[in-house]
């Protein structure tokens, strides 16, 4: 998965409560993006940054906020988690010098 | 809003037959087209991709071919193989330094031994 870890790999939480999601790159990559993915709708882009403490939103921003303070780490948080935030979350990571972009292996997290 | 739009949702191939994934888009100014592989519990991995400078683009079994009038692109996998039974989809960004892809709802492969 191209460097790229996300923690925790699973996690099942309550309505209501906070949620914080980690995205660790080893590439040194400038760009780092959060995804969702819901069956139907493919993936969809939440924040994405490009560079540190530079980010912006993306598609289905609305309930998320991230933050990156180093290169290597972009934190997703649900500030209070809805039961329509369970999803699939995908970390993904793009340098400067060619379009590819590569994904972490992803977090299933359940709001209950 | 959908800005890309992926037919088939499933797709049946027999072991050595082709298969076929269809991709439509609205905005023109889009300018790179990936196509993903994912299997199940992992991550998206990078297949293969063309800008639309060029109408068809291979590598190994996989092709994409891409036709900028009709804003279609389609990825051929040529004698498919039960490895390649993954769910995949077509993707779309505009370059701006940063990529904001915008993918299509994904096709789900199996191939039949």
């Known amino acids: 998965d191209a460097g790229i870890t996300q923690s925790p790999r699973h996690k099942v939480t309550e309505t209501g409560t906070p949620v914080t999601l980690r995205c660790h790159q080893t590439e040194n990559h400038r760009y780092m993006y959060w995804y969702r993915q819901d069956p139907g709708h493919g993936l969809r882009l939440i924040h994405y940054s490009y560079g540190v403490k530079d980010t912006d939103k993306g598609e289905v921003s609305d309930g998320y906020s991230v933050s990156r303070s180093k290169t290597e780490d972009f934190l997703l948080t649900l500030e209070s988690a809805t039961s329509s935030q369970t999803s699939v979350y995908f970390c993904a990571i793009s340098g400067d010098t060619n379009y590819e972009q590569y994904f972490g292996p992803g977090t299933r997290l359940t709001v209950t | 809003q959908q800005q890309v739009k992926q037919s088939p949702q499933s797709l049946i191939v027999q072991k050595g037959g082709i298969s076929i994934i269809n991709c439509a888009y609205e905005n023109t100014a889009f300018d790179y087209f990936p196509w993903y592989q994912q299997f199940p519990g992992k991550g998206p991995a990078l297949l293969i991709a063309?800008?639309?400078?060029?109408s068809e683009k291979k590598e190994g079994r996989f092709t994409i071919s891409f036709n900028k009038s009709a804003k279609q692109f389609s990825l051929h996998i040529m004698d498919s193989q039960p490895g390649d039974s993954a769910t995949y989809f077509c993707a779309a960004s505009v370059n701006t330094g940063f990529q904001k892809l915008v993918f299509g709802t994904g096709t789900r492969l199996l191939v039949s031994p």
């Open positions: 063309i800008r639309p400078d060029v």
